[in-house]
């Protein structure tokens, strides 16, 4: 399985990109689908996700500024990200697992936010 993220770019604060990942097997029965970022220095974090059996979940920092959304007909998966502040910037990765075998990993992109 390979996963495709897309979509960063470097930007101002308070503009606005959309990341999209694409996956090369079906994601109709994806169990979740997430997205994470990982900032210089710190831990990856979890910042939206798509759970099967739970709806959408976002992190703290993305409520009300993110929206994480899927597409199965292009097995594609999108974050769209407006009010984007400096403390954004980080490579975004997209996640993917089928039922409870691990997790598969997009390659990352970089979004890089300016003040």
């Known amino acids: 399985v390979q996963l495709q993220a897309s979509g960063g770019g470097l930007v101002q604060a308070r503009e606005s990109l959309r990341l999209s990942c694409t996956s090369s097997?079906?994601?109709?029965?994806?169990?979740?689908m997430g997205w994470y970022r990982q900032a210089p220095g710190k831990q990856r974090e979890l910042v939206a996700e798509?759970?099967?059996?739970?709806?959408?979940n976002y992190a703290d920092t993305a409520k009300g500024r993110f929206t994480v959304s899927r597409d199965n007909s292009k097995n594609t998966m999108s974050l769209q990200m407006t009010s984007l502040q400096p403390d954004d910037t980080a490579v975004y990765y997209c996640?993917?697992?089928?039922?409870?075998?691990?997790?598969?990993w997009g390659q990352g992109t970089l979004v890089t936010v300016s003040s």
């Open positions: 996640n993917v697992r089928w039922g409870l075998t691990p997790a598969f």
């Open positions: 097997r079906s994601i109709f029965r994806a169990t979740s």
């Open positions: 798509i759970v099967s059996s739970s709806g959408k």
